[in-house]
């Protein structure tokens, strides 16, 4: 069958890829695997621009590199979102849980506070947001050329449920979840999905770019500790 593939990037990064040590993933390589008996038509990679750190000032190089290397696959869209960082007060976790113990050790904490601090907050903010629409309008396509027969999603993100439910219900294509971290709770999609399943770490292994790639900019290599 004709497979389109929506990545959820960070969610596959830090779900497999850097918990793994499997950076340097080829996405054609790893829907094929996944998808083993269907053609491999389109994958749409959403992601976005990691913001600089002072204690890691290479990753945003390391990110471009590896965009590089997607876009010597030619079926690869990359669809960015963006990051927003503000200033947020939050409480501390060992303040809330002195609270919830006292609590239930019968005393009255209706006026007990937790202690807060002044937090940076930094949040990718629409990736889920850009793969439910995209899924869902590629769904709806009368054009055979414009759509797929089948869907596959790498993401353990519950947020997607909807956008899937829609593709499976009321439109009626199957729709694959691959979960990028096994031990992510996905009940959710559970319910709407086609099918859930994990993305074991042989298949990351086994679909690796080699680590010199030529494109028409020229060589370039595997960025270090990848």
């Known amino acids: 069958m004709r497979c389109w593939v929506y990545m959820d990037g960070f969610n596959l990064y830090?779900?497999?890829?850097?918990r793994t040590g499997y950076k340097w993933l080829d996405l054609l390589?790893?829907?094929?695997r996944l998808r083993k008996h269907d053609s491999i038509e389109h994958i749409k990679y959403f992601t976005a621009l990691v913001q600089r750190r002072t204690d890691d000032p290479g990753q945003r190089q390391r990110q471009r590199t590896y965009w590089r290397a997607l876009d010597t696959l030619g079926c690869v869209a990359r669809i960015e979102g963006h990051f927003t960082r503000w200033p947020k007060y939050m409480p501390?976790?060992?303040s809330v849980e002195a609270i919830e113990e006292h609590a239930k050790r019968g005393y009255n904490v209706v006026r007990v506070k937790p202690t807060m601090v002044e937090v940076l907050r930094s949040e990718e903010k629409g990736s889920d947001v850009?793969?439910?629409v995209h899924l869902v309008n590629d769904a709806h396509q009368a054009n055979s050329a414009s759509t797929f027969e089948v869907a596959l999603v790498v993401s353990t993100d519950a947020d997607l449920a909807g956008a899937i439910r829609i593709v499976t219900q009321d439109i009626g294509k199957p729709v694959y979840v691959?979960?990028?971290n096994p031990s992510a709770?996905?009940?959710?999609l559970n319910s709407v999905a086609t099918s859930v399943f994990d993305l074991p770490t042989s298949v990351l292994r086994a679909s690796q770019f080699p680590p010199m790639l030529t494109d028409?900019?020229?060589?370039?290599?595997?960025p270090p500790g990848w």
Do not use: Q, V
Request: charged share 25%; proline share 3%.
């Open 216 to 222: 028409a900019r020229g060589t370039f290599h595997k």
């Open 178 to 180: 691959c979960r990028p």
């Open 92 to 94: 501390l976790n060992w």
């Open 14 to 18: 830090h779900g497999a890829a850097k």
């Open 130 to 132: 850009n793969l439910a």
């Open 29 to 32: 390589a790893l829907s094929r």
């Open 185 to 188: 709770r996905t009940r959710l």
